[in-house]
Antibody, heavy 118, light 106 residues
Framework: QVQLQESGPGLVKPSETLSLTCTVS????????WSWIRQPPGKGLEWIGY???????NYNPSLKSRVTISVDMSKNQFSLKLSSVTAADTAVYYC????????????WGQGTTVTVSS | DIQMTQSPSTLSASVGDRVTITCRASQSISSWLAWYQQKPGKAPKLLIYRASSLESGVPSRFSGSGSGTEFTLTISSLQPDDFATYYCQQYSSYPTFGQGTKVELK
């Protein structure tokens, strides 16, 4: 079955850019919407944005000015860049697939912890 | 954006109890609502989509209902594996989540 795996640095300095990649295995990245969601320590879930295989994107308005999500079909990967990070961006970052009917997110990565600190 | 408010924030219950969690939307979202279960250190798991449709492989003791602005998740007979935090999420517009309801052992 489809599995997702996040990868990237676990520590990012303030004002720098956070970069994460999600690798899709066991299935194609085509014809689905792929999301990034984050969860600060001890807090709830926040949707960051999604991308379709065509490259069309939609972002959370509160993060839109700092977020870029891109897709690499040849590698079956999609990526997140979040610029000008602060301590408030410290969180577990998840990648997830929106279900085939467009309802909910049915496949999730295990999550990767990113800490913003100097 | 559409705000999602869950109640209660914490729920204490015993094995075998019937448990109900409520989620309210700040405006109508039709039936565009999902429920997730999250255990500590794990990713969320989709339980219910489109307010009342059970995700494949999810036990039938989980059920969802509601439309418009008020929704409920019911666990008909709480099992030991069900102690977790539950989140609702709307997808009528860009996705937003409720703040979560922690189901703990009484």
């Amino acid at each position: 079955q489809v599995q997702l795996q996040e990868s990237g640095p676990g520590l990012v300095k303030p004002s720098e850019t956070l970069s994460l990649t999600c690798t899709v295995s066991g299935g194609s990245i085509s014809s689905y919407y792929w999301s990034w969601i984050r969860q600060p320590p001890g807090k709830g879930l926040e949707w960051i944005g999604y991308i379709y295989d065509s490259g069309s994107t939609n972002y959370n308005p509160s993060l839109k000015s700092r977020v870029t999500i891109s897709v690499d079909m040849s590698k079956n990967q999609f990526s997140l860049k979040l610029s000008s990070v602060t301590a408030a961006d410290t969180a577990v970052y998840y990648c997830a697939r929106r279900g085939p009917t467009g309802d909910g997110m049915d496949v999730w990565g295990q999550g990767t912890t990113v800490t913003v600190s100097s | 954006d559409i705000q999602m408010t869950q109640s209660p924030s914490t729920l204490s219950a015993s094995v075998g109890d019937r448990v109900t969690i409520t989620c309210r939307a700040s405006q109508s979202i039709s039936s565009w609502l999902a429920w997730y279960q999250q255990k500590p250190g794990k990713a969320p798991k989709l339980l219910i989509y489109r307010a009342s449709s059970l995700e494949s492989g999810v036990p039938s003791r989980f059920s969802g209902s509601g439309s418009g602005t008020e929704f409920t998740l019911t666990i008909s007979s709480l099992q030991p594996d069900d102690f977790a935090t539950y989140y609702c999420q709307q997808y009528s517009s860009y996705p937003t989540f409720g703040q979560g309801t922690k189901v703990e052992l009484k």
